[in-house]
C-alpha cells in the first residue's frame, strides 16, 4: 500500500509524512510501501491516538482479561506494543470511552484492523479464573494458570525454592525482596480474580482459537470498577519500578512484522505496569509470574559470586519439596557411594536418595548457574557409571556428608536382605528461565535425565512413591514417543492411560503426544484438587493431602507424609477440621473414624443452618478438633500429655482453646468401651445427639449464646427419629484380626491382560471380525486355550509353597472383608441411610463372586501345575494374572453362551487391534442387573416363608450321611465338620497370639493335635485330611456320566462343570506339600457352609457316584416337593376357600369325562367374588451354579428335553388351555357359584422355591405367571 502525503509517518515521528521522511525518501529514491500487517499498525496508532491513554490502558485490559480472548496472546501483546509505542503527549483526547456503547464502538473499530496470526496463535490455554490457587506462607492466592507458558506452576514452585529461600541476601545485594515481589503478583491474580466474577456465567458459545470478541456490557463494567479501585501503592514498590513502561518506550522497529514475530520468541521481559504522568495503571497478562521469574534470573546470573549458598540452599528446598509431599522414611540428603574396599566416598555428592519398590534413587541437581549444562552431564557421566557399580559391589553403601556421627549406611528394600536393588540416577536441570531448552547428548548416560519442572510435576502429582519406579518402567516400554514431547507430557500420559498408552496388539514406530498433553492434564488435576481444599489451609503443606467428597457432607483429606485422616466441613466462616492418626489398632481406628468423628461429621451437616447462625460460627477462622480413644491415650507415652482428658464414667472428655497461632482447637477424649456399649444397643438418634451437643457445649462462646438452648431443643427433638449410626456386633466363627491389605486388579492390570489377549490373537492367526453362533463358539474356544497356556507359564517361575499362601491370604481376606460387609448391610434396614442397601448388597456380592472365583482359579492353576520357581508371587504380578484370569471366564461365559444357546444375546468381536470384546445388549444387561436387585431385596427384608429345616428330620438326616460317608469315605460327615470347624480356629486352639489367615502344619503333628482336641480316631482323621486335600492330580478331572468310579480327564481345568466336579478349592481347601498341609481360616469356613447349604436343601455339593447317596437325596427332593404344595395350598386357603390340592380332574369332576393324561393339578382355586381362577404348578428347581445347570433348568422349564415341547410349562399350558375350554362344564358341575360368570379369568401360575433368571425373564411367550413362594400371599390379593 502506497503511503500518501498526508498520512502519518511510519517511522513513528507522529508527524505527517510530508512533513517527516518524504523528502529524505525522495532524495534516496525510496519508493516507500506499507504491508498489510505495517498498515494494521499505522491504523491502530490512529485509533488509539483519538481516545485518552487511560481509556484505552482501560479497554485492553478489559478485551485482554476476557475469556475467550484468551487464545487471543499474540493479538494482545502488539496491541499493548502499539500503545506503548506512544507518549503519552500524543495522544489527541478527541474522544471518550465512559460508557459501553462507546467501548462497542472503539472495539468494533479495532477488531476490523487487527491483524490475525493463525501460524502463531495455535493453541488454546486453559480457560480458567480462579479455580487453581497457589500456597505461598501458609496462604491460598487463586491464580492465572492458562497462560503463553507450559509449567507455570512448576516455575512458581522453583520461584519459591530458588529466591524466597535468599531474601536476605538479595535484599542486601539489590534492594529488591523477591519473596515482596513474589507475594506482590501472587496477590494482583487474586485480587481480580476475587473482584471480578467468574465469567463462565457470561457466554454460552464455543470458543475458537484466536478467538477476538467484545467483552459483555456486565464483565466491562465489573472490570472498571476494579480498576477505579485499583490502588498501586498495594504492589511492592520494586515490582512497579522494574516491571513498569512509559508510553513511547517501545520503538516504531519493534513494531516491525519480523521484528514483533521474533520478539515473540525471545525472552524479553514484559511490563506489568503503564508508567503515566498522574501514576501507574496495570497492564493484564496472565503470564505474571513467569515474568517475574525470568527477571530474577537475570538477577541471580549477576549475583552469582556475592552469594555463596546458594547452590546448598536450593538442594536443600527441593529435598523440603520431596518430604512435604510423599512419606520416604528412607530418604537420606547429601549422600556419596562408598567404597568398603578403599574405605572412602566416590567425589561426587547427591542431594538426595531414596528407595522405591526394588530401586534406589540417587538424585543430582546440577547447579543452576552452570554454563553448558550438557557439557556438564556428560563430564559427570563417567561418575555415574561408577556410582552404579560401587552401589552394587558395596551392599548399598552411602556417606551422609551431612552427618556428624555414624554416618555411614546400608540400604536394603524394607529390611529385606533377600532382595536386590537396583541403582537408578536421576539428574535434575534447573533453569534460570522459562527459554526452552533441548538436550541431545552425544554418548548414551548412566541416568535419567530431565529438566526441574517435569521432576516437580511429577512428585506433586504421585499418590505413592511407588509411583516412580513405574513411571520410569512406562518411558521404557514406550521408546518411540516422540522426542518433542516432553517428560511431563509422558508423565501425564502414563497418568491417564493408565500406564497402558497403546492398546491392542500393535507395535507402533511412532507415538506423538499433543503438545498441550500435561498442560491440560496438570489444569484438571490441580482444578479438581482446589474445588475440594478448603479456603483456609489446614496445616502443612496443602500438597500432602488427597481429598475424596465420597461421603457428600464432609471431605476426607488424607495425608501423603503421616498417618493422619481429617474430615473438613464448613459451617458459616468457620473452617472445622475433625480428625485423628491411623497409628492405633484397627478396632481404635475403625471406632473413632466410622463412628465418633463421622458421625460428629453427618450431625454438623445435618444441622447446619441452625448452628451457622450462632456468633462463634461467624468469625473467619477455623477449628481443629483432634478425636483419640481412651484405650490408646492410657496405653501409649506419646499420648500423656492429654492424660487429664480420660473420661472415667463418661462417655466423652474435651477442651477447648484459642491457639497461638490464632486458630481454634479442641481435644476429645471418648471412653471407647462405654462408647461401644452405647452404639450397639442405639436404636434412636440420641448418641449421635449426645456427641453434636458436647461438642458445641465445649466452646464456651457457643454456650453463652442466645440462641444456643434453641438449638439444642432443635436437635433433641430428633431423638426419635431412626439412627444412622450404630455399631454391628458381626459374630464370626473364627478369632480374626485386622483387615488384610486386599490387592485387587485396576484399570492398568486390566488393559494389560487384554493386550496380551490381542497379542495372542494377531500370533496364532485369529482374525479380527464379529463372531456368532457356532463360529463365535470356535474361536472363543480357542482364545481361551491360549490364555491358559499363557496362565501356566505366567505361574512357572513361583516358590509354589510362598506363593500359594500369599494367595490364600488374599481369597481369605476377601471372604473376611466381604462377610463384615454383609452382615453389616443386612443389619442396616433399621438404620438412617443415605444408600439403597440393596444396590450395595448385590453389588458386593457381584464383586465378591467375581474376585473369589478368579482367585480360585488360580489357586487350582497352582495347585495342577505346581511351579518349581524360587520366586513368590508380587503384589503386581498377582493383580495382573487375576484380570487375565477374569478376561478368562469373561469369555469363557460368552463360549457357555454360544454353547448352550442360552438367549443371553452376545456377541464377540475383535478389533483391527486384535482387542477382544464380548457384548450383551443393554436390554439383556438391565435384566441381569434388574434380577441381581431383585435377589438383593428379597435376601434383606423378606422373611422366608418356606424352610427347608421343616421338611425332614435334619438329625436322622445327619446320622444316615454319617453312615453313607463311613461306608464310601471312611470317615463321618459329623467329624470331618467338626476338623474343618478346628482348623478354622487354629490359632484360638493353638493359643497363638498373632491372627493369621493362613496356617501351615506337619502333617504327623496335625493328626496328634486334631486327635487329642476332638478325640476323633486316627485312622478318621487321617482319611478327613486325605479327602480335603486338593489333589494335583484330579484338579483337571471330572466324575464320569456312568456309575462307575472312573474319572473323565481333561487338558485344562473344567470350568465348566460343576455338579461332577468335585476337585474344587471350595470343598477341598487343605493344599499338601511334602509333609506339611496348609490351609486358610476362612476357607475351611466356606466349606463348611458349602457342605451345610447344600446338606440343608438336602442335596450334595458334587456328584456322588454311589446310589445309597442317590437314593437318600431323591426321597428328600420329594418329601421338598411335597412340602411346596402343602406350603402353597395353606396360603391359597387363606385366600380362597374354594381351593383343591393334588387333584386330577377325571377324578374331581366325575361327570366331565375328563382325559387322564392331563396330570394332577398342584393347587386349583375358584375365587367366585373376583370371578378368578388359579391353577398353580410348584416346582422345586435346584440352584444353577453354572451356565450348564442354567441350561439344564431353562430346558426343564420351558422347552423339555431335547426341545421336544414337553416341559413344565407346556404341560401348564396344556392343563390352561383345556380349563378354558372346559371351564363352564367344570364350573357347572363342581356347583360353583360366581359373583359373574360372564367375566371369569383364567390364571396360570408357576411356582418355585427361590426366584430363577429365567423365570423372571422367560425366553418364550407364554400365559403362564412365575413367582416364587414368597410373593404368592401378594400376588393373589393385588392380581
Known amino acids: ?220 463494567q465489573d472490570i472498571n470498577n476494579y480498576l477505579k479501585e485499583y490502588d498501586c501503592k498495594k504492589v511492592e514498590n520494586t515490582l512497579l519500578s522494574n516491571f513498569s513502561i512509559t508510553p513511547g518506550e517501545v520503538s516504531i522497529t519493534e513494531l516491525e512484522k519480523n521484528n514483533f514475530i521474533n520478539s515473540i520468541f525471545e525472552e524479553k521481559e514484559k511490563g506489568l505496569f503503564v508508567k503515566l504522568d498522574k501514576g501507574y495503571m496495570p497492564i493484564f497478562t496472565r503470564d505474571i509470574s513467569i515474568i517475574l521469574y525470568n527477571n530474577w534470573g537475570k538477577i541471580l546470573e549477576k549475583y552469582k559470586y556475592d552469594i555463596e549458598n546458594y547452590y546448598i540452599v536450593f538442594q536443600m528446598q527441593i529435598i523440603k519439596f520431596l518430604k512435604e509431599r510423599m512419606n520416604i522414611s528412607n530418604i537420606l540428603e547429601f549422600v556419596s557411594p562408598f567404597n568398603n574396599d578403599d574405605y572412602e566416598p566416590l567425589d561426587i555428592v547427591y542431594n538426595l536418595s531414596f528407595v522405591a519398590k526394588d530401586y534406589l534413587y540417587m538424585v543430582y541437581t546440577l547447579d543452576p548457574l552452570e554454563t553448558d549444562k550438557k557439557i556438564k552431564i556428560e563430564d559427570l557421566n563417567n561418575k555415574f557409571k561408577i556410582t552404579n557399580k560401587i552401589l552394587k559391589e558395596n551392599d548399598f553403601s552411602l556417606l551422609l556428608n551431612m552427618e556428624q556421627q555414624n554416618n555411614l549406611v546400608q540400604l536394603k528394600k524394607n529390611n529385606d536382605s533377600d532382595i536386590t536393588l537396583t541403582p537408578k540416577i536421576i539428574v535434575l536441570i534447573p533453569e534460570l528461565t522459562t527459554k526452552n531448552n533441548i538436550l541431545g547428548f552425544t554418548k548414551e548416560l548412566d541416568a535419567e535425565v530431565m529438566f526441574l519442572p517435569d521432576f516437580l510435576l511429577i512428585i506433586d502429582e504421585i499418590s505413592s512413591i511407588k509411583e516412580i519406579p513405574d513411571f520410569f518402567n512406562y518411558l521404557k516400554q514406550y521408546p518411540n514417543i516422540m522426542g518433542l514431547s516432553s517428560i511431563s507430557d509422558r508423565f501425564a500420559s502414563f497418568k491417564d492411560s493408565d500406564s497402558v498408552l497403546v492398546e491392542g496388539s500393535i507395535n507402533p514406530t511412532m507415538i506423538k503426544l499433543d503438545t498441550n498433553y500435561s498442560n491440560n492434564y496438570r489444569y484438571e488435576s490441580l482444578k479438581k484438587f482446589w474445588g475440594l481444599y478448603p479456603d483456609k489451609n489446614y496445616y502443612g503443606h496443602p500438597r500432602q493431602w488427597t481429598l475424596d467428597n465420597e461421603s457428600g457432607y464432609s471431605i476426607r483429606m488424607t495425608s501423603k507424609i503421616s498417618s493422619e485422616v481429617s474430615y473438613y466441613l464448613k459451617i458459616g466462616n468457620i473452617d472445622i477440621y475433625i480428625g485423628s492418626h491411623l497409628d492405633m489398632s484397627y478396632e481404635q481406628a475403625y471406632l473413632t473414624y466410622t463412628t465418633i468423628i463421622d458421625c460428629l461429621a453427618y450431625n454438623l451437616n445435618k444441622f447446619k443452618n441452625e448452628i451457622r447462625d450462632l456468633v462463634f460460627f461467624e468469625e473467619d477462622n477455623k477449628l481443629v478438633i483432634k478425636v483419640f480413644p481412651k484405650s490408646l491415650v492410657e496405653t501409649n507415652d506419646k499420648y500423656k500429655f492429654i492424660s487429664h482428658l480420660i473420661p472415667n464414667n463418661q462417655i466423652y472428655k474435651t477442651d477447648f482453646t484459642r491457639t497461638k497461632f490464632g486458630f481454634y482447637g479442641m481435644r476429645m477424649i471418648y471412653n471407647d468401651q462405654l462408647a461401644l456399649d452405647k452404639f450397639k444397643i442405639i436404636k434412636n438418634r440420641s448418641m449421635e445427639n449426645h456427641t453434636l451437643i458436647k461438642f458445641l457445649s465445649s466452646i464456651p462462646l457457643v454456650t453463652q449464646d442466645n440462641k444456643f438452648n434453641t438449638i439444642i431443643n432443635k436437635i433433641n427433638s430428633t431423638e426419635n427419629e431412626k439412627c444412622g449410626f450404630t455399631v454391628q456386633d458381626v459374630q464370626l466363627r473364627y478369632i480374626n484380626g485386622d483387615l488384610l ?361 458334587y456328584n456322588i457316584q454311589n446310589k445309597k447317596f442317590k437314593k437318600l437325596m431323591n426321597k428328600n427332593l420329594k418329601e421338598i416337593q411335597d412340602y411346596l404344595v402343602d406350603v402353597a395350598y395353606e396360603i391359597v386357603k387363606e385366600n380362597i376357600k374354594k381351593s383343591y390340592k393334588e387333584k386330577e380332574l377325571f377324578k374331581l369332576d366325575r361327570k366331565g369325562n375328563h382325559p387322564r393324561d392331563l396330570g394332577d393339578y398342584d393347587i386349583l382355586a375358584f375365587d367366585i367374588n373376583r370371578n378368578l381362577v388359579f391353577n398353580i404348578e410348584c416346582k422345586y428347581i435346584k440352584n444353577s451354579y453354572c451356565m450348564k445347570d442354567s441350561k439344564r433348568d431353562m430346558e426343564k422349564i420351558f422347552y423339555g428335553k431335547n426341545r421336544n415341547g414337553k416341559s413344565y410349562v407346556s404341560k401348564v399350558e396344556k392343563r390352561h388351555r383345556y380349563l378354558e375350554d372346559n371351564l363352564d362344564q367344570l364350573i357347572e358341575n363342581l356347583n360353583i357359584k360366581f359373583v359373574n360368570p360372564d367375566e371369569i379369568k383364567l390364571i396360570s401360575v408357576f411356582l418355585t422355591i427361590n426366584p430363577l433368571f429365567w423365570t423372571k425373564y422367560p425366553p418364550i411367550e407364554t400365559v403362564v405367571k412365575f413367582i416364587d413362594i414368597n410373593e404368592l400371599d401378594s400376588f393373589i390379593k393385588q392380581i
Open 1 to 220: 500500500m502506497k503511503i500518501g502525503r498526508n498520512d502519518l509517518c511510519p517511522c513513528g515521528s507522529g508527524k505527517k509524512y510530508k512533513k517527516c521522511c518524504l523528502d529524505a525518501d525522495k532524495a534516496s529514491g525510496k519508493n516507500r510501501k506499507i504491508s498489510e500487517f505495517d498498515s494494521s499498525v499505522y491504523k491502530i496508532r490512529n485509533l488509539f491516538k483519538q481516545y485518552k491513554i487511560e481509556d484505552i490502558t482501560k479497554s485492553l485490559y478489559v478485551i485482554s482479561a476476557w475469556l475467550p480472548n484468551i487464545s487471543s496472546i499474540i493479538k494482545m501483546n502488539l496491541l499493548y506494543k502499539v500503545l506503548l509505542n506512544i507518549k503519552e503527549k500524543d495522544f489527541y483526547q478527541l474522544k471518550d470511552i465512559s460508557t459501553y456503547s462507546e467501548f462497542r464502538v472503539y472495539f468494533n473499530k479495532l477488531k476490523e484492523l487487527v491483524p490475525e496470526f493463525p501460524m502463531l496463535e495455535d493453541f488454546m490455554p486453559k480457560m480458567d479464573f480462579g479455580e487453581i490457587k497457589f500456597y505461598h506462607n501458609d496462604k491460598l492466592y487463586k491464580i492465572f494458570y492458562g497462560s503463553s507458558f507450559e509449567n507455570i506452576y512448576e516455575y512458581m514452585y522453583i520461584f519459591q525454592m530458588l529466591y524466597t529461600p535468599l531474601n536476605y541476601e538479595f535484599l542486601k545485594l539489590t534492594n529488591r525482596s523477591p519473596q515482596k515481589e513474589f507475594i506482590s503478583c501472587l496477590k494482583i491474580q487474586d485480587e481480580i480474580i476475587t473482584n471480578v466474577k467468574n465469567q463462565f456465567d457470561d457466554f454460552d458459545h464455543e470458543i475458537e482459537i484466536g478467538n477476538f470478541e467484545i467483552p459483555t456490557h456486565k464483565f466491562w
Open 741 to 1101: 491389605k486386599l490387592h485387587t486388579p485396576n484399570t492398568k492390570d486390566f488393559k494389560l491382560a487384554r493386550n496380551t489377549i490381542a497379542n495372542l490373537c494377531r500370533e496364532n492367526n485369529i482374525k479380527p471380525g464379529k463372531y456368532h453362533d457356532e463360529t463365535g463358539l470356535r474361536t472363543l474356544n480357542k482364545i481361551i486355550n491360549l490364555i491358559i497356556k499363557e496362565l501356566e507359564k505366567e505361574i512357572q517361575n513361583f516358590d509354589f509353597i510362598k506363593s500359594i499362601d500369599f494367595i490364600i491370604n488374599q481369597i481369605d481376606g476377601l471372604t473376611h472383608e466381604y462377610q463384615i460387609a454383609h452382615k453389616k448391610l443386612e443389619n442396616s434396614i433399621d438404620l438412617k441411610i443415605d444408600y439403597n442397601i440393596s444396590e450395595e448388597l448385590a453389588q458386593s456380592e457381584k464383586e465378591f463372586l467375581t474376585y473369589h472365583r478368579n482367585i480360585r482359579y488360580l489357586i487350582e492353576l497352582f495347585i495342577s501345575n505346581q511351579p518349581n520357581g524360587s520366586d513368590c508371587i508380587k503384589i503386581d504380578e498377582f493383580q495382573y494374572i487375576v484380570a487375565l484370569i477374569d478376561w478368562l471366564f469373561s469369555l469363557h461365559g460368552m463360549s457357555d453362551n454360544f454353547h448352550y444357546n442360552l438367549n443371553l444375546e452376545g456377541e464377540v468381536e475383535i478389533t483391527d487391534l486384535y482387542l477382544v470384546n464380548t457384548y450383551q445388549t443393554e436390554d439383556m444387561q438391565n435384566k441381569i442387573s434388574r434380577f441381581g436387585l431383585y435377589k438383593a431385596n428379597k435376601k434383606i427384608y423378606e422373611n422366608k416363608i418356606f424352610k427347608f429345616s421343616e421338611v425332614v428330620n435334619i438329625d436322622k438326616y445327619i446320622s444316615e450321611l454319617d453312615k453313607l460317608f463311613k461306608e464310601e469315605f471312611g470317615f463321618c460327615f459329623t467329624n470331618m465338620s467338626k476338623v474343618l470347624d478346628l482348623l478354622s480356629n487354629w490359632q484360638k486352639m493353638k493359643n497363638k497370639e498373632d491372627f493369621k489367615f493362613t496356617h501351615i502344619e506337619n502333617k504327623r503333628i496335625l493328626i496328634e493335635e486334631i486327635n487329642k482336641l476332638e478325640k476323633i480316631p486316627v485312622n478318621e482323621i487321617i482319611n478327613i485330611l486325605n479327602y480335603l486335600v486338593l489333589d494335583k492330580e484330579k484338579v483337571k478331572t471330572t466324575i464320569s456320566n456312568d456309575d462307575s468310579k472312573k474319572r473323565d480327564i481333561h487338558k485344562i481345568i473344567p470350568i465348566w462343570e460343576h455338579y461332577k466336579r468335585d476337585y474344587r478349592y471350595v470343598i477341598r481347601p487343605l493344599i499338601s506339600k511334602g509333609d506339611d498341609i496348609l490351609w486358610g481360616v476362612c476357607s475351611t469356613i466356606k466349606t463348611i457352609d458349602i457342605w451345610a447349604r447344600a446338606i440343608s436343601h438336602y442335596n450334595l455339593p
